[in-house]
């Protein structure tokens, strides 16, 4: 994480799935308005519901334009952006 420690970032930690869905979308947009190229999503460990879901959202998000769990934290997902 400390690579990374000047990224604008999103902690979805305590989310359930819809909410975290809601947050991603809201925080890719804002990021993109303010020109941000890269930026994390915190999705955690545990059993990869969030992991799965947070990879589905960005698959199909118009500003995305790559996204990679992090090398050495695979609780994080590192995003690319238009």
């Not at 604008?8 to 020109?35: M, N, T």
Request: charged share 25%.
């Amino acid at each position: 994480m400390m690579l990374y420690n000047h990224l604008p970032s999103l902690d979805l930690h305590g989310y359930d799935r819809d909410y975290a869905r809601l947050q991603i979308l809201e925080f890719l947009e804002d990021q993109h308005k303010l020109k941000n190229k890269m930026v994390l999503i915190v999705h955690g460990r545990g059993s990869g519901i969030l992991r799965k879901m947070t990879q589905e959202t960005l698959k199909k998000h118009k500003y995305v334009v790559n996204y990679k769990i992090d090398n050495f934290n695979d609780g994080m997902t590192v995003v690319t952006l238009k």
